[in-house]
């Protein structure tokens, strides 16, 4: 079964430093989302990405987060400045159509820890 | 706005027993309901999904009952294993509220032998 696949497993980052965060979703999936998971915390939905563009985003992404899908595989979440508070579990989803109909299939995550 | 709220773990069960694990929504629209699951070090996978009032959905035994009445997706199993360890995310997406899943909180089953 076709699944999303997400790298590095973990990283380590130093405070203020840029990091990108990587994702290859199904293949045939037009919709991509990412979440992130606080230690112990719930899922939250971070940002949608339909059609090379933003579809929805949350208050928790802000001017230091962004996304882009550079290829016709990979979709990347880049935190430009990173903070200590930006340290949790990111999954990457995608769906073949929008989530109301569709569920979102998950990759395993990456753990981010900001030093 | 739309929210799910599921009940506190973690629950702790012997090997056989029956499981519960209650989830209620909020939600203006009419939202699809689903379950995943978060097994050690893995990421979320779908458990089930029902997409409209009185549909059931089922898997590998478990299943759970869309409610519009009382507006709730109760997760049940009749038989737990010690293999259904895991943390169980009740969540809704709405398509009139747009492209994001909004999860509960999870909650963390304990099966032991």
């Known amino acids: 079964e076709p699944e999303v696949t997400q790298t590095p497993s973990h990283q380590v980052t130093q405070m203020g430093q840029e990091v990108i965060l990587r994702c290859v979703p199904i293949s045939n999936h037009l919709y991509f989302y990412w979440y992130r998971q606080i230690l112990g915390q719930k899922v939250e939905f971070l940002v949608s990405?339909?059609?090379?563009?933003?579809?929805?985003k949350s208050e928790i992404f802000d001017d230091q987060f962004s996304v882009e899908r550079p290829d016709g595989s990979n979709f990347t979440l880049k935190i430009r400045s990173t903070k200590l508070e930006d340290s949790a579990m990111y999954f990457c989803?995608?769906?073949?159509?929008?989530?109301?109909?569709?569920?979102?299939?998950f990759g395993d995550g990456t753990r981010l820890s900001i030093l | 706005g739309d929210s799910v709220t599921q009940m506190e773990g973690p629950v702790t069960l012997s090997e056989e027993a029956f499981l519960t694990i209650n989830c209620t929504y909020t939600a203006t629209g009419y939202p699809s309901l689903f379950w995943y699951v978060q097994y050690p070090g893995e990421g979320l996978q779908l458990l089930l999904k029902?997409?409209?009032?009185?549909d059931k959905g089922s898997n590998k035994g478990f299943e759970a009952t869309y409610r519009k009445e009382t507006t709730s997706f109760h997760l049940e199993k009749g038989s737990v294993q010690v293999s259904d360890s895991a943390v169980y995310f009740c969540?809704?997406?709405?398509?009139?509220?747009?492209?994001?899943?909004?999860f509960g909180a999870g909650t963390r089953l304990f099966v032991k032998a």
């Open positions: 969540a809704l997406s709405d398509r009139n509220r747009g492209f994001k899943t909004i």
């Open positions: 029902a997409t409209k009032a009185d």
């Open positions: 990405f339909y059609n090379n563009e933003i579809s929805e």
């Open positions: 989803a995608s769906s073949e159509n929008w989530a109301g109909d569709q569920p979102q299939h």
